[in-house]
């Protein structure tokens, strides 16, 4: 018996049991239902975090810290007892391990590096900005021009340009928290950062110099360290972004203040000139993962732009999974829907099996009708849930984005035409592998006996 | 030409066993009409399963063509009923939600008939039934008669050599009963194919060119009305025992 018409005598049959047929493909459209969403939620997912990751990391910047705890598994610290490292930096009780110039210049130094900028620590004791009396606190941080994002107000330079180095960038909600509503107007206004020098420890010859020379006040002076207000004009004031994790977080200054001021702040002490983490950019036509591999070996702990995709991935991967683990459950609550079906049907078929295996159709092409019944089966129940996946998620696509606020043109249920295929072939299979056991008792009749029953 | 030799066929096992065919031995000619003739379990159905390539007798031959069924394999065996074989059963058999050409489709599916080859011979059998006008109704619409004379187009739609027939007027009335028999002999004599009636009607069974009596799985008395139509009984019981 041809393929095709095995093909369209089990279409036929399924036809003529009309109910029972959309009643056992419903049990898999559920199944298919759950597993099409949750196929788009995670492809949604992954490209949100795609923007995410694209438009907060250039992918050709290579993130590099000495300390393996910073990036790696386990608490920053780890135990609290550890191995003492004349390179380490005590941050608030916490032992970090930097890295110190000789790790920068060695990075520098790589041939595929075209730039490499360390992450400058820059603490001021508190802020202060144009109109307000208050002060404030905030993160300071190197400008990132890798990445250009939305003004409010002012403009920024062009990409791969660093900003002045008397201009800072701040964030729109900054404006909000000072109490200025034009965005406009606050361009070209002073921000003070008050910035504090950690004392240093004196010899004693110094101590006893300046107690000789200066008396008591002199020595006070000396151990009450330095301080120092740095002023700079706002240069423009970014836009809160969707995707944009950098402009909520922190004042931002040019490499070269940042690195002046952080000098500053740490003359004197172990941390000078030691960084916790730096940022390398690989050259356009190397492989930052190639970097990495190489700083590795050096003793230090890179991350590449995908690395940190990765982990991304790993969280919407994990929820997926156990989405997709309901979805299997009720497939596979859907598969003993077919069995008992198909066994229905090959008891109420009997006669029907007797005549044509008397007519001389192989056992073989039997079952392969009653397989190619399960499989469509399994078929309109892919096409029914999938259908309506597709429908519902387009339908409330819109009113999720506004819910969550995820960002004009981003959706979080992204339906591809691919797996959604794949899944109702895979759908079909399944069907099929249910429908074994009533095919092969099909296959089996004897046609005298079927013919027999009445 | 059939020949059966010595063919014997037992239900069950030791103390339980029941031999439904019991040393059977006859010779069928091409294009004959034949009543195999019989009360209820006497052995005559089983005797068509043997001949059909349906049931498996323990021990004799079947020989059809001059080969013997009965150690074909069988893939040979459904091969053999799909290409040489047309069937018609008492209660008809025929699928009652499909339309009357699927029915009719059946055996040339089966076959592996090409699917442009079919539509000609579905039309040419129902022609011959007088029931093409019903090609396109579903098969549960048509009369009990209609029915059967929709099973004879199934039968004969793939030219079979033989055709089994097992009490095809049982269920129906005389008129339409006659219509039937009055097809079957038509076909028979057109086309000499073999025609084979189960039956234990004896005024369809006077019909045939040839009468095979079976008693308790045994051949009682064959028949042979064309060369003798005077009613003159002639038991020719063939080598009895081994």
């Known amino acids: 018996m041809k393929i095709t018409d095995t093909v369209r005598r089990a279409g036929r049959s399924l036809r003529n049991a009309k109910a029972r047929t959309l009643l056992t493909s419903l049990a898999i459209a559920v199944g298919a239902f759950t597993l099409t969403l949750s196929l788009a939620a995670g492809e949604g997912s992954r490209q949100y975090a795609d923007k995410l990751i694209s438009s907060n990391i250039n992918e050709k910047a290579v993130f590099v810290v000495k300390d393996k705890t910073l990036v790696g598994g386990g608490a920053v610290g780890g135990s609290g007892l550890k191995e003492y490292s004349p390179t380490a930096t005590q941050y608030g009780g916490l032992s970090i391990k930097t890295l110190s110039s000789k790790d920068i210049a060695r990075i520098k130094n790589n041939p595929k590096v075209d730039n490499v900028l360390p992450t400058y620590l820059v603490t001021a004791q508190y802020i202060t900005f144009e109109g307000s009396s208050k002060k404030f606190t905030s993160d300071v941080t190197v400008y990132d021009p890798s990445v250009l994002s939305d003004t409010a107000a002012g403009t920024l330079p062009a990409l791969g340009t660093q900003i002045k180095d008397d201009e800072v960038v701040i964030p729109e909600s900054y404006l909000s928290t000072i109490g200025v509503k034009d965005a406009k107007s606050y361009i070209g206004k002073s921000v003070t950062l008050h910035l504090v020098k950690a004392a240093e420890t004196p010899s004693e010859e110094k101590i006893a110099q300046v107690l000789a020379t200066q008396g008591t006040a002199g020595l006070q002076a000396l151990a009450a360290g330095e301080t120092r207000d740095v002023s700079f004009r706002v240069g423009a004031v970014t836009k809160a972004s969707a995707t944009s994790l950098a402009t909520s977080t922190g004042i931002f200054v040019s490499e070269a203040r940042a690195s002046e001021l952080s000098d500053f702040l740490t003359k004197g002490t172990p941390s000078y000139r030691s960084y916790v983490a730096a940022t390398a950019i690989v050259k356009k036509d190397a492989n930052p993962e190639a970097v990495k591999k190489e700083l590795q070996k050096h003793g230090m702990t890179a991350r590449t732009a995908k690395d940190m995709q990765g982990l991304l991935f790993t969280i919407v991967n994990l929820l997926q999974g156990i989405v997709i683990g309901f979805g299997v459950l009720a497939l596979i609550a859907s598969v003993f829907g077919i069995i008992n079906t198909q066994y229905i049907s090959v008891l109420e078929r009997t006669q029907q099996i007797g005549l044509m295996k008397a007519l001389g159709m192989r056992g073989k092409d039997v079952a392969k009708l009653f397989r190619y019944e399960a499989a469509w089966i399994g078929f309109l129940g892919g096409v029914l849930g999938s259908g309506a996946a597709w429908g519902l998620g387009t339908l409330l696509n819109p009113w999720i984005t506004k819910q969550l606020g995820l960002g004009e043109g981003t959706y979080l249920l992204v339906f591809q035409a691919i797996p959604i295929i794949l899944l109702i072939v895979a759908l079909m299979l399944v069907a099929v592998v249910a429908g074994y056991f009533p095919a092969r008792k099909a296959a089996k009749l004897d046609p005298i006996e079927a013919l027999r029953t009445e | ?242």
Do not use: W
């Open chain 2, 1 to 242: 030409m059939i020949e059966l030799k010595q063919v014997t066929k037992t239900y069950g096992k030791k103390q339980n066993a029941f031999t439904a065919l019991d040393n059977v031995s006859f010779t069928i000619p091409d294009g004959a009409s034949v009543a195999i003739l019989g009360k209820s379990g006497s052995g005559k159905s089983t005797l068509m399963h043997a001949m059909s390539g349906l049931d498996r007798p323990e021990t004799g031959e079947v020989i059809i063509d001059g080969e013997d069924i009965l150690k074909l394999k069988t893939k040979q065996i459904d091969k053999f009923r799909a290409h040489k074989i047309g069937f018609i059963f008492q209660s008809f058999f025929v699928q009652a939600n499909e339309m009357v050409s699927d029915n009719v489709s059946l055996p040339l599916e089966i076959a592996g008939v090409a699917r442009g080859a079919r539509k000609k011979k579905i039309m040419a059998a129902l022609e011959s039934v007088d029931l093409l006008e019903k090609i396109g109704s579903k098969a549960k619409n048509l009369s009990g008669g209609q029915k059967q004379r929709l099973a004879v187009a199934r039968a004969i739609v793939n030219t079979p050599q033989i055709i089994f027939a097992d009490e095809p007027t049982g269920n129906l009335d005389s008129v339409t009963g006659a219509k039937v028999e009055d097809m079957l002999f038509g076909y028979n004599k057109k086309n000499g194919v073999t025609l084979i009636i189960v039956t234990h009607d004896p005024d369809l069974a006077a019909k045939c060119d040839m009468q095979i009596n079976i008693k308790d799985g045994k051949v009682e008395s064959i028949r042979d009305l064309k060369k003798a139509p005077q009613n003159s009984p002639t038991k020719t019981r063939i080598k009895v025992g081994m």
